[in-house]
């Protein structure tokens, strides 16, 4: 079965700072990965997708992610943190089942 | 506007009572979700659908089911409610399950038993 670790529970960075969290899989295929973000009381929101091709992606709001296979990992960055960007987010894998399954999250603090 | 609408959006509940969390979506798609969230736990999957009359099980589905008579709804009941139920509810869609096509999240429904 496949599954997602994130290693970062709780990430703190200061505004302007560059962010990457961290994101590893295990599947034994080729994985559809996700990247969502969940601001405070809303619902999840996609940020960027990789299923094939180039391994760099471009998201929203300005955040990137690599696709590594021979680590499987997946991590998301952006180089200049705003306030804005304090959330929480999750890294998803999806299987040939077509379910998600869910990293446990890291949620982002930002300090001016 | 399109989207996902989840009701009620938080309810207290006493143990042993029966309760339905309604999903909607009005963007036709063919598979929906049902998640739950806990501290520390991300989202696990409860129950699926990846068309209309068809459902399966997730993750954690025991203590809950589901329907789908239809496109645009999926509730999801909890017979006998346990404290244990208490957590925040999310349904999401998605097009055709296959592809790449990401899943859709509603705003959630924070359920607590008491």
């Known amino acids: 079965a496949q599954s997602v670790t994130q290693p970062d529970i709780h990430i703190t960075v200061s505004e302007g700072a560059s962010l990457e969290l961290r994101c590893n899989y295990s599947?034994?295929?080729?994985?559809?990965l996700f990247w969502y973000v969940q601001s405070p009381g809303q619902g999840l929101q996609l940020l960027l997708k990789?299923?094939?091709?180039?391994?760099l992606v471009q998201g929203i709001k300005g955040f990137e992610a690599e696709f590594k296979r021979s680590q499987s990992s997946f991590n998301l960055r952006k180089p200049s943190v705003h306030w804005s960007d304090a959330a929480e987010y999750f890294c998803?894998?999806?299987?040939?089942?077509?379910?998600?399954?869910f990293g446990a999250g890291t949620t982002v603090t930002v300090r001016a | 506007i399109a989207g996902i609408t989840q009701a009620p959006t938080s309810q207290i509940l006493a143990a042993g009572r029966r309760m339905t969390l309604r999903c909607t979506q009005d963007m036709r798609h063919n598979a929906m979700y049902w998640y739950r969230q806990d501290l520390g736990l991300g989202l696990r999957l409860i129950h699926y659908s990846n068309t209309a009359g068809t459902t399966g099980k997730g993750e954690v589905p025991d203590g809950y089911s589901v329907s789908r008579a239809n496109t645009d709804d999926f509730p999801l009941t909890l017979a006998s409610a346990v404290p244990s139920q208490t957590s925040v509810y999310f349904c999401?869609?998605?097009?055709?399950?296959?592809?790449?096509?990401?899943?859709?999240f509603g705003p959630g429904t924070r359920l607590t038993v008491t």
């Open positions: 999401a869609s998605s097009r055709p399950p296959q592809g790449s096509y990401e899943q859709y």
């Open positions: 599947y034994g295929a080729t994985p559809y």
């Open positions: 990789y299923f094939s091709g180039d391994t």
């Open positions: 998803a894998v999806r299987s040939n089942d077509y379910k998600l399954s």
